[in-house]
Every structure is written in structure tokens, then in C-alpha cells.
């Protein structure tokens, strides 16, 4: 073979390695490391779109988030890790002096029910039974439960209207008759045993009395000893504008607009020797007319 036959042989054969290796990596090789590439792509495409998705996610976590700081720093109440009955016993015996109305303040016995445990908090049950308070001192006793510093849940109520008459006034007294059942919450949670937004109750006014009668069933009958009571008066004298009647021993001078028990003198007549008065009893009005007994005077 001569020199000139073996180089094309040699020249031949590294065009066709050449070819043939070009052709694989163009018609096997290439494609596949394309498709690689185009998945490798599509998966950094999806992480693309997953971190987009998470940093709306982070957006809302922080929103939430500083929604829930928000709430926690203006919360009013405190809870505190456990609850001792003796410390109850204080603040509710706080909750009475608040409540103090015209010198008096809710009276009732109170007796422990039992412990409840629900995972990191609970609550203490108290039971508080023959209350005695006007509206106005129950009104803000409640006040205070719901807006005090401690965590309190009434859980149950009952009220009931009562009437009583004041031995030295005569005048009838209305009142409520209540027991309540309430919980004091306790969290074994450290931070919310304090509250930065908490602060002292204000002075609070009780709204009109839904309780009060517009008509009293206890009526005294007897008037207080510096009254007039002109069912037990004897007219003596009328003349214009005023008359005389006697009180037991007490000769007395009556004139238009004067004040007796329960009423006030509303017409004098000296033509039929008549008192007449305007008397309140109970909510009930009526007029009461008092004249000179001329039979008793001829006896």
C-alpha cells in the first residue's frame, strides 16, 4: 500500500470517528442534556413561584403576628398563675368597697365549688348565695367584675325584687336579692399574670332601676313621730286660707302647700269646713278630704 493510499485510509477513518461522534452527541447526547437542562429549568421556575408564595406567606405571619403582639399589649386583664381562694376573698371584698352606694355595699356568702384544669390554664367555681344590694351597689359590683383587672366569667344570675320599710323613716326601701355563680381564671403561662394596659376603674353611674315598682306592696301604716298624718288629725277650725287642726296634744296650722306625710295640702274650703290633701301611697295617688266633725264638737 503506498503512503499516499494509507493517509486517505487514516484520513477517512478520523472523518468518519469524527462524524459519527459529532452525530451521536447531536442526535443523543444534546437532546437529553436539553431536556435535563429544560427540567432543571421548570423545577427552578417552581421554587421561583414557591419562594413568591412564601414571602406572602411570611408577609401574613408577620401581620398576623403583629396583630396578635397588638392585642396582647392592650389586653386589660391579668391572670395570674394560680388561684388562692384568701386572694378571691380580697378582691372580691376590694369589688364591694367599689361598689359602695349611700354607705352601703352588696352583702352575700361566698363558698368555694372546685378546680378545673384545661391544659395550660383553668378556672377556681365560686358560688356567691344570699346576696342583698340596691341596683345602683349590684349594678357596679358587676361593673367591676367585668372590667377589673382579674379574669372573672359569671357564669349564672338570679335576681329577685324585694321590699322592706325602714323602721325609723317609715319610707319603703326597695332592694334585690341575688345569687351568682362566677370563675376566676388562672394560666400556668408567666407573661399574662401582668398587664402593662391595665388600669383602675372609673366611677361609674348605674342607669335608671328596671327593678324599682311603679306601685309598692310594702306600705307602712304608721307615720314616723315628727309626721302629720292626717288620718289621724281632727280638723278644728277653717278659715280662709288656712285651718287648725289637732295632732293628739298638738294644736297645728295648716295652709295650701304644706307638706304631711306622704302629701300636701291641696284645697282649703271654709264654706263646707273642709281640709282636702293630696297623698302618695305607695305609687297609688288619692285625695283626702278631712272635715270639722260638728257631732263630736255638740257631744
Given at each position: 500500500?503506498?503512503?499516499?493510499l494509507?493517509?486517505?485510509?487514516?484520513?477517512?477513518?478520523?472523518?468518519?470517528?469524527?462524524?459519527?461522534?459529532?452525530?451521536?452527541?447531536?442526535?443523543?447526547?444534546?437532546?437529553?442534556?436539553?431536556?435535563?437542562?429544560?427540567?432543571?429549568?421548570?423545577?427552578?421556575?417552581?421554587?421561583?413561584?414557591?419562594?413568591?408564595?412564601?414571602?406572602?406567606?411570611?408577609?401574613e405571619?408577620?401581620?398576623?403576628y403583629?396583630?396578635?403582639?397588638?392585642?396582647?399589649?392592650?389586653?386589660?386583664?391579668?391572670?395570674?398563675?394560680?388561684?388562692?381562694?384568701?386572694?378571691?376573698?380580697a378582691?372580691?371584698?376590694?369589688?364591694?368597697?367599689?361598689?359602695?352606694?349611700?354607705?352601703?355595699?352588696?352583702?352575700?356568702?361566698?363558698?368555694?365549688?372546685?378546680?378545673?384544669?384545661?391544659?395550660?390554664?383553668?378556672?377556681?367555681?365560686?358560688?356567691?348565695?344570699?346576696?342583698?344590694?340596691?341596683?345602683?351597689?349590684?349594678?357596679?359590683?358587676?361593673?367591676?367584675?367585668?372590667?377589673?383587672?382579674?379574669?372573672?366569667?359569671?357564669?349564672?344570675?338570679?335576681?329577685?325584687?324585694?321590699?322592706?320599710?325602714?323602721?325609723?323613716?317609715?319610707?319603703?326601701?326597695?332592694?334585690?336579692?341575688?345569687t351568682?355563680?362566677?370563675?376566676?381564671y388562672?394560666?400556668?403561662i408567666?407573661?399574662?399574670?401582668?398587664?402593662?394596659?391595665?388600669?383602675?376603674?372609673?366611677?361609674?353611674?348605674?342607669?335608671?332601676?328596671?327593678?324599682?315598682?311603679?306601685?309598692?306592696?310594702?306600705?307602712?301604716?304608721?307615720?314616723?313621730?315628727?309626721?302629720?298624718?292626717?288620718?289621724?288629725?281632727?280638723?278644728?277650725?277653717?278659715?280662709?286660707?288656712?285651718?287648725?287642726?289637732?295632732?293628739?296634744?298638738?294644736?297645728?296650722?295648716?295652709?295650701?302647700?304644706?307638706?304631711?306625710?306622704?302629701?300636701?295640702?291641696?284645697?282649703?274650703?271654709?264654706?263646707?269646713?273642709?281640709?282636702?290633701?293630696?297623698?302618695?301611697?305607695?305609687?297609688?295617688?288619692?285625695?283626702?278630704?278631712?272635715?270639722?266633725?260638728?257631732?263630736?264638737?255638740?257631744?
Open positions: 500500500m503506498s503512503f499516499k494509507r493517509n486517505t485510509v487514516v484520513l477517512a477513518s478520523l472523518a468518519f470517528l469524527i462524524s459519527a461522534g459529532g452525530l451521536i452527541y447531536w442526535k443523543w447526547y444534546q437532546p437529553r442534556k436539553l431536556k435535563d437542562i429544560a427540567k432543571e429549568m421548570q423545577i427552578a421556575d417552581q421554587k421561583i413561584n414557591d419562594m413568591a408564595g412564601l414571602l406572602q406567606k411570611v408577609e405571619l408577620d401581620a398576623q403583629k396583630d396578635v403582639k397588638r392585642k396582647y399589649d392592650s389586653r386589660s386583664k391579668e391572670i395570674p398563675t394560680s388561684d388562692v381562694s384568701s386572694q378571691t376573698y378582691y372580691m371584698s376590694r369589688g364591694q368597697d367599689e361598689a359602695m352606694t349611700n354607705g352601703e355595699f352588696p352583702k352575700f356568702d361566698m363558698s368555694f365549688e372546685g378546680a378545673h384544669q384545661i391544659g395550660n390554664y383553668g378556672y377556681n367555681s365560686y358560688r356567691l348565695t344570699s346576696g342583698i344590694a340596691d341596683f345602683a351597689a349590684l349594678y357596679k359590683f358587676i361593673y367591676y367584675l367585668e372590667n377589673g383587672r382579674r379574669l372573672y366569667k359569671i357564669r349564672d344570675i338570679m335576681m329577685s325584687q324585694r321590699e322592706t320599710i325602714d323602721q325609723d323613716t317609715r319610707e319603703t326601701k326597695s332592694y334585690l336579692e341575688f351568682m355563680e362566677l370563675d376566676a388562672f394560666s400556668s408567666d407573661v399574662l399574670a401582668t398587664s402593662l394596659a391595665a388600669k383602675s376603674l372609673t366611677v361609674v353611674q348605674a342607669p335608671f332601676d328596671p327593678f324599682r315598682p311603679l306601685v309598692l306592696t310594702a306600705v307602712a301604716t304608721e307615720a314616723p313621730p315628727n309626721e302629720i298624718d292626717v288620718n289621724r288629725i281632727d280638723i278644728k277650725a277653717v278659715l280662709p286660707g288656712k285651718a287648725f287642726a289637732l295632732a293628739g296634744d298638738e294644736l297645728i296650722l295648716l295652709h295650701v302647700g304644706d307638706k304631711v306625710w306622704r302629701g300636701s295640702v291641696t284645697k282649703i274650703d271654709p264654706t263646707k269646713s273642709s281640709v282636702e290633701f293630696l297623698l302618695n301611697e305607695g305609687g297609688l295617688f288619692k285625695r283626702l278630704e278631712k272635715k270639722i266633725n260638728f257631732e263630736k264638737r255638740k257631744r
